[in-house]
């Protein structure tokens, strides 16, 4: 049974007032974070953290975003109500759930099925039904919906995916954490065809972001 009750709610509250604290300045991006309830993206042993800043496991080696990476990775995207986006690497659906409500049109791709799975259904019982939930290879995109306004990465990129770059409208952004080991949070702006251009935005750690489709 799916409860947020007013205890959440507070809680919720004061986890934006931190995030707010911490330089999150974007009010739309602030206002995403205090409605969507994380507690049920969690595992149940971990609820009565769901409103500290940090992250956890999620299960298939993977896991939940703390929420001022979120809320960080989120605002780097410069949405609009409308964009059409692109996440890579579902998870949860926490960070899905952000995007949907800062009033985009999502799509959100993942590689792990049971994951997949999950998270779809919870997205559809916490009424986020306009989201597309697609089990695929991130790698590769969604070439046959786009071309994105925005596409964010939630795993670690050894390197820039290529296909990703091509599924960018001119003069919109990639965002993704680039790197190894240690990544660095990263933003990619197409400016034409062919010339994009990179800004960082320091030190982040994921991870890592692996092709195929796990069954």
Same mark, same amino acid.
């Given at each position: 049974m799916i409860k947020d009750t007013f205890r959440h709610k507070g809680l919720r509250a004061r986890l934006t007032d931190e995030l707010r604290?911490?330089?999150?300045?974007?009010?739309?991006?602030?206002?995403?974070?205090?409605?969507?309830p994380r507690h049920l993206f969690l595992d149940s042993s971990f609820v009565q953290f769901a409103y500290r800043d940090i992250a956890f496991p999620i299960g298939a080696g993977q896991t939940i975003s703390q929420p001022s990476t979120v809320a960080r990775q989120t605002a780097l995207l410069e949405l609009k109500p409308g964009d059409k986006v692109?996440?890579?690497?579902?998870?949860?659906?926490?960070?899905?759930?952000?995007?949907?409500?800062?009033?985009?049109?999502?799509?959100?791709?993942?590689?792990?099925?049971?994951?997949?799975?999950?998270? /779809?259904? &919870? $997205?559809?019982? !916490?009424?986020?039904? +306009?989201?597309k939930t697609v089990l695929g290879d991130g790698y590769e995109g969604l070439p046959l919906e786009g071309p994105f306004d925005a596409i964010l990465v939630t795993?670690?990129?050894?390197?820039?995916? /290529?296909? &990703? $770059?091509?599924? !960018?409208?001119?003069? +919109?952004?990639?965002?993704?954490?680039?790197?190894?080991?240690?990544?660095?949070?990263?933003?990619?702006?197409?400016?034409?065809?062919?010339e994009f251009e990179k800004e960082e935005f320091g030190e982040c750690a994921f991870v890592p972001m692996l092709t195929g489709i796990s069954r």
């Open positions: 604290k911490k330089g999150v300045s974007d009010e739309a991006v602030l206002k995403a974070i205090n409605a969507v692109l996440e890579v690497g579902t998870g949860s659906g926490y960070q899905a759930a952000v995007l949907s409500e800062m009033g985009v049109e999502l799509f959100t791709i993942e590689r792990q099925t049971e994951l997949h799975r999950k998270s /779809a259904m &919870l $997205l559809r019982d !916490l009424g986020y039904i +306009k989201i795993a670690g990129a050894s390197e820039i995916p /290529a296909k &990703l $770059l091509i599924q !960018l409208k001119i003069g +919109k952004t990639m965002v993704l954490p680039l790197g190894g080991k240690s990544q660095i949070m990263t933003r990619i702006r197409r400016v034409s065809d062919e």
